[in-house]
């Protein structure tokens, strides 16, 4: 493995660790928001014991999730540093205002939700688990912002006097309709992690007869919550899916398997064993027309291949070698008119040109052979797209099916008569957080081989790092994280199992465990 994918692979690794607990996060604040706010308007104190049991639980998953989040943003810097230097002005931005006002604004009313139940009103405590909520979701929004611009780099230009991306709309960047339709559904998302969490619990207390009034009513708080966030995700993962399909067309050929152009509206591949090599599929079991109905809206566009793709890519592989060209010329003399005009007529393809620095460091004499070995490598992997995407669909429509029934259930009070549902969401527990990870897989592994899509190639975006300091450090966030995730799972379980009672209210069973 080179620098480069040594490099993919720490930010992976070190993605994927901290997507197991922002979803959580993302979701059980608002559970609580809903318990909380029984509570202020029954004064039952149930609700306010839910509050408090959950939240806890909520906090040892904050703090892990803060953790491990800090050391993405340093790896800008350090394993990215071209990127940071190419783009920096406008990704910055988002990240900047992530960290001076959301997170500030959740970390601040994270410490209050905690330490104010003695020292605040009851309405006063619902603001601060409000805010916390609140606080918790815009980090959420100006990350998405900031990957929906590496998705589609709208509202920014590159300035061929600084040799860099400069933002000329921030409005664009905020508004881009990929980074909005990725935060609907990431959020989504975090809801039903945190939904099926607590209806998982929820259910184990019952199989086992412990705190039943307890769980019972967290049962039905997360069969209700469950079902409305499921629903949404699956709607706004299409509308999300459709919107990054329109801006990146290569990357909904490779999830779709689909090689070759068929005439609008085109066959949906429900199994497919793609041939990479052959450019083909070996075996695909289609339902006609969904695929063109679904990704176009339509009956009568059509749905481009990876063939037309790669073909379409070539061409613009070439003109943007002549903005390369131009470009080096215009860096030795800013004032070579003719440089700026060809530059001018290509510099809507210099990403593309950028590619053949992977083969040349002289794009002026890259080859054909060069320019078609890089118009392939415009293609992604597309057997693991293929198959993750249709694991993350796959386990969203289990957990639709479990909500329902769930839901049904707790309107008709019979859940507790129904083992087979229980042990089924105790079954099901794993299953957001697969999705979830598969969803990360497909968005950010299918815009390869693009940091910044169309624009900045990940092979020119990475730090002149050694191999070796890349293995000791990769090693390092390995063996940490995987403590720290030991360690969530051991507090997790252990204050699960021990349920209510962990509050020492005297209430509740397992008090002697406290």
Not at 368 to 386: G, I, K, S, Y
Request: aromatic residues 14%; proline residues 4%.
């Amino acid at each position: 493995m080179d620098v480069v994918d040594l490099s993919r692979l720490q930010f992976a690794v070190t993605v994927l660790y901290h997507f197991l607990f922002v979803p959580f996060t993302l979701g059980m604040c608002w559970i609580l928001v809903i318990m909380e706010s029984v509570y202020v308007m029954t004064g039952k104190q149930i609700y306010k014991d839910m509050t408090q049991f959950w939240g806890k639980l909520f906090g040892i998953n904050f703090a892990l999730g803060v953790t491990t989040g800090l050391t993405m943003e340093f790896q800008f810097g350090t394993n990215w540093s071209y990127y940071s230097q190419y783009v920096g002005d406008i990704f910055g931005a988002p990240l900047a205002i992530e960290g001076l006002l959301a997170f500030f604004l959740e970390a601040t009313f994270v410490g209050l939700f905690f330490f104010g139940w003695n020292k605040l009103s009851r309405r006063q405590h619902l603001v601060v688990t409000i805010l916390t909520a609140l606080g918790t979701n815009l980090s959420a929004l100006w990350i998405l912002v900031a990957n929906g611009w590496m998705q589609d780099p709208l509202g920014a230009s590159f300035n061929y006097e600084t040799m860099r991306m400069e933002m000329h709309s921030f409005a664009e960047v905020v508004f881009n309709p990929i980074a909005q339709n990725k935060f609907v559904h990431t959020v989504s998302a975090g809801y039903t992690c945190a939904s099926v969490f607590v209806l998982a619990v929820s259910s184990w207390y019952i199989l086992r007869k412990q705190d039943m009034e307890f769980a019972k009513k967290s049962f039905r708080i997360a069969a209700a919550f469950g079902l409305a966030s499921i629903l949404s995700t699956l709607v706004l993962g299409d509308e999300s899916g459709y919107s990054a399909g329109e801006a990146q067309h290569m990357k909904l050929a490779a999830i779709e398997g689909t090689w070759e152009t068929e005439p609008a509206p085109a066959p949906f591949n429900v199994i497919a064993f793609p041939n990479q090599k052959e450019m083909k599929n070996d075996f695909a079991i289609e339902i006609p027309f969904v695929g063109g109905i679904m990704n176009t809206r339509s009956f009568d566009k059509q749905v481009p291949g990876i063939r037309e793709l790669v073909a379409e890519n070539r061409q613009r592989i070439e003109s943007g070698a002549k903005a390369v060209t131009s470009l080096e010329a215009l860096r030795q003399n800013r004032n070579d008119k003719d440089a700026l005009a060809v530059f001018e007529a290509h510099k809507a393809d210099l990403g593309f040109g950028l590619l053949l620095k992977k083969y040349t460091p002289d794009v002026g004499k890259a080859t054909p052979q060069m320019m078609d070995q890089a118009a392939l490598d415009t293609v992604p992997e597309v057997a693991p797209l293929f198959w993750i995407f249709r694991v993350m669909v796959g386990c969203g429509v289990i957990m639709l099916g479990l909500f329902i029934w769930a839901m049904w259930s707790s309107v008709k009070n019979n859940f507790t008569q129904k083992p087979l549902l229980l042990k089924a969401a105790i079954v099901c527990l794993p299953l957001p957080w697969i999705a979830i990870e598969s969803g990360w897989f497909v968005a950010e592994y299918g815009r390869q081989p693009w940091t910044i899509y169309g624009v900045l190639p990940t092979h020119v975006s990475a730090s002149t790092l050694s191999a070796s300091s890349l293995w000791w450090s990769l090693s390092g966030f390995i063996a940490l994280y995987t403590v720290l995730l030991i360690v969530e799972v051991y507090l997790m379980q252990k204050y699960a199992r021990q349920g209510p009672g962990s509050l020492g209210t005297g209430r509740y069973q397992n008090e002697s465990a406290h």
